[in-house]
């Protein structure tokens, strides 16, 4: 199942197992990295706006901001450890997705 179904599920209140959340953090990283190189990837579509509501992200959202904040609910960082939406942020300004 990929990250866009499972957080269909999540809008619709479907729960997130700790497995899923963990392959979840995984695609997180690897969607990361593929927004380096190619501008074309899905993780940087809009996200409809059922799917940013459920995330709690700004309408408009990228898909891969709406990931990073379902993650940070499920997951939430350790101490000291910058969250994942704030990543996913930084990476998008410094690739050009966003702008200030």
Request: hydrophobic share 40%.
């Amino acid at each position: 199942m990929n990250y866009q179904m499972l957080l269909e599920c999540y809008a619709k209140g479907i729960t997130i197992s700790n497995t899923e959340a963990e392959l979840l953090d995984v695609e997180l990283y690897s969607q990361l990295e593929s927004i380096k190189v190619s501008r074309s990837q899905g993780c940087t579509e809009i996200a409809p706006d059922h799917i940013c509501h459920c995330s709690m992200v700004c309408k408009g959202s990228y898909w891969i901001t709406c990931l990073a904040a379902v993650l940070d609910r499920l997951m939430p960082p350790a101490f000291g450890t910058k969250a994942r939406g704030a990543i996913v942020v930084d990476e998008l300004l410094k690739n050009g997705y966003l702008t200030i």
